[in-house]
C-alpha cells in the first residue's frame, strides 16, 4: 500500500502564488510516476501535472503551462506543485496520486493511488 497526503492548499487572491506538497510513504513506486490532478465542483477530476520518480521527466496540462512547476524530493519522497499566477479557475480540489510504472500519463484512470485532497479556492 502506499500512502499519500497533500498539503499547502488554502484560500488566495488572483495572481499569488501556493505551493502543495505531497508526502509519500508506504510502499512507494520508486520507478514510477506521480502525479497532481484537480476537481472543481460540479466538474470531472482533470490532469494538471506530473513527475517521474527517477528522471524528474515532466508533462503539463496546458491550463497551467507557465504558471505550475511539479518538483520532487526523492529523500524525503516528497512531491511538489509550485502555483504562480492563480486564477479563479484554478479554484478545485488537488489530489495527488501516483502509478507503479514510468509512462507518463495524463488519465486519472492510470493511476493507483490517491491522497485525500487538499481545497484551493482563489478569490478574484
Known amino acids: 500500500q502506499v500512502q499519500l497526503v497533500e498539503s499547502g492548499g488554502g484560500l488566495v487572491q488572483a495572481g499569488d502564488s501556493l505551493r502543495l506538497s505531497c508526502a509519500a510513504s508506504g510502499r512507494t513506486f520508486s520507478t514510477g510516476v506521480m502525479g497532481w490532478f484537480r476537481q472543481a465542483p460540479g466538474k470531472e477530476r482533470e490532469f494538471v501535472a506530473a513527475?517521474?520518480?527517477?528522471?524528474?521527466?515532466?508533462v503539463y496540462a496546458d491550463s497551467v503551462k507557465g504558471r505550475f512547476t511539479i518538483s520532487r524530493d526523492t529523500i524525503k519522497n516528497t512531491v511538489y506543485l509550485q502555483m504562480n499566477s492563480l486564477k479563479p479557475e484554478d479554484t478545485a480540489i488537488y489530489y495527488c496520486a501516483t502509478k507503479k510504472y514510468s509512462y507518463l500519463s495524463t488519465e486519472f484512470r492510470d493511476y493507483n493511488y490517491w491522497g485525500q485532497g487538499t481545497q484551493v479556492t482563489v478569490s478574484s
Open positions: 513527475i517521474t520518480w527517477s528522471a524528474g521527466r515532466t
